[in-house]
């Protein structure tokens, strides 16, 4: 066996003990530092948070509301809307919101986000932000928060929407006429509809109307949208003659849950900020949603009999869209009205005009979100409270009469959603088609346009 040779091996070792010793002698020669102590460290981060702007608590409560808003649309929205369509059509309600998840992602990476909130002119922001140029982990449009993480917050805001519109038209529409008419949709109401309200535009400084967490962003816009589609799609074949009970009420009143939970994202979230207003939209939106669950059980208990869970599921949604515009800006008393108004008045909806106007809107989209929407924007003005957001004591110390502003804000939104709806419907049809063949509603749409089966056995 080969040795190494001694005198290379003696070297080495040499030249280790030299180094030893100078380091020796640096350390005696130098005076050990002090380690900093923790009120030091608490003193220098907070120096870097004040030169910056940024705060780790708004942030981690931002990124948790993005996560919980996503929660709503998959699986909250899916199941709540899945629950009630026949069981041939539930994996539809699915595909629709997951490729509808994609196409809202792009878009608004590619030119949405910046057309929402970059400066621009009243109606529509400007390039500034496209492909997500400049955002990054700096703090941006909100101050305190990365402007990554509240671009992300608002793209769950931009996916949900256009999925609501998917209860008037279940069971119904073409794959891929849904896909087409949500692209443009998006570009043709969602954006500039974000950009007027919460990116400066028309909404918020020409009106000076107010929306917390999207009243007419969100819920009107999708709702008149959806009232309008369904119209021009026409009933489902054998609505009104054949029976079409939900084929699981379990799944809806999941979702309805999971929706409950997901709504606090949606609304605190709202606030920007993990701050006092967060907390009282937080506490609104729970009593809003309760009340009007309870209310939409005991108007069906009181006219129809019996208190249905579906009945329950529906009156938690409606309270919660009631709530939603005026989240952080009315205070928890106020919220005991929105929700017994909020599950009351888009029950009779539902109950009765929509049967007085023979539409079919499937899962009841327009009567839950449409009216659900309108009701809690205008009450918005109504109840507004100066001693809970100052933005409210602003406006008011201006002489702005904000339900009048709000009146004005719910006419554009109706008329523009309308009025867009029936131009892009007709788009889609003249280039993909609308509806699914009757053999293709008959058969399901699940095995018909995407060859699974929610069920099998």
């Not at 492909?131 to 671009?151: H, K, M, R, W, Y």
């Not at 709702?223 to 029976?243: D, E, H, M, N, W």
């Not at 699981?248 to 009143?253: D, G, H, K, N, Y």
């Amino acid at each position: 066996m080969k040795t190494l040779p001694l005198i290379p091996n003696l070297r080495v070792f040499a030249l280790m003990g030299l180094c030893f010793l100078s380091a020796l002698v640096g350390r005696a020669d130098t005076p050990a530092e002090t380690p900093p102590t923790l009120e030091q460290r608490i003193a220098e981060l907070e120096s870097k948070v004040n030169a910056s702007g940024f705060d780790s608590g708004d942030n981690a409560w931002m990124m948790t509301s993005a996560a919980l808003v996503l929660f709503m649309s998959l699986p909250g929205l899916a199941l709540f809307y899945g629950g009630i369509v026949r069981k041939k059509n539930v994996l539809s309600v699915f595909a629709q919101i997951f490729a509808i998840a994609g196409i809202a992602a792009i878009a608004w990476w590619a030119i949405g986000f910046s057309l929402a909130f970059d400066e621009g002119n009243a109606f529509f922001g400007g390039t500034g932000f496209a492909f997500f140029n400049g955002v990054g982990g700096d703090p941006g449009t909100l101050g305190t928060v990365s402007q990554n993480i509240f671009a992300i917050f608002q793209l769950t805001f931009a996916i949900i929407t256009p999925a609501l519109m998917i209860g008037a038209i279940a069971e119904r529409m073409k794959f891929s006429a849904v896909l087409l008419f949500v692209t443009i949709w998006l570009f043709a109401v969602y954006f500039p509809f974000a950009h007027m309200v919460w990116g400066g535009g028309f909404l918020a400084t020409t009106i000076q109307a107010i929306d917390f967490a999207g009243g007419t962003v969100v819920h009107m816009t999708s709702g008149f949208s959806a009232l309008v589609l369904c119209i021009i799609l026409g009933k489902r074949k054998g609505y009104g003659t054949q029976p079409m009970p939900p084929h699981s009420v379990v799944l809806t009143a999941i979702g309805t849950g999971m929706l409950w939970v997901g709504w606090y994202g949606f609304n605190a979230g709202s606030a920007g900020a993990a701050d006092g207003i967060a907390g009282n939209a937080f506490a609104t939106t729970t009593f809003a949603a309760a009340i009007a669950g309870l209310t939409w059980g005991f108007a069906e208990w009181l006219l129809k009999g019996k208190p249905s869970v579906l009945g329950f599921s529906s009156g938690v949604v409606a309270g919660l869209v009631a709530i939603t515009p005026a989240a952080g800006f009315v205070s928890v008393g106020a919220s005991i009205i929105f929700g017994l108004l909020g599950g009351l008045i888009p029950f009779l909806a539902v109950a009765y005009l929509k049967k007085a106007l023979g539409y079919d809107d499937a899962l009841d989209t327009f009567g839950v979100h449409g009216v659900g929407g309108l009701l809690g924007a205008i009450l918005t003005g109504v109840f507004a409270n100066g001693e809970v957001n100052g933005l409210v004591a602003d406006l008011k110390a201006e002489g702005v009469n904000l339900v009048a502003e709000q009146l004005k804000a719910v006419g554009v939104t109706a008329i523009w959603s309308v009025v867009a709806t029936i131009i892009i419907a007709f788009i889609v049809k003249a280039l993909v088609g609308l509806r699914a063949a009757p053999e293709v509603e008959s058969a399901g749409l699940d095995v018909s346009e995407h060859g699974e089966e929610g069920y099998i056995g």
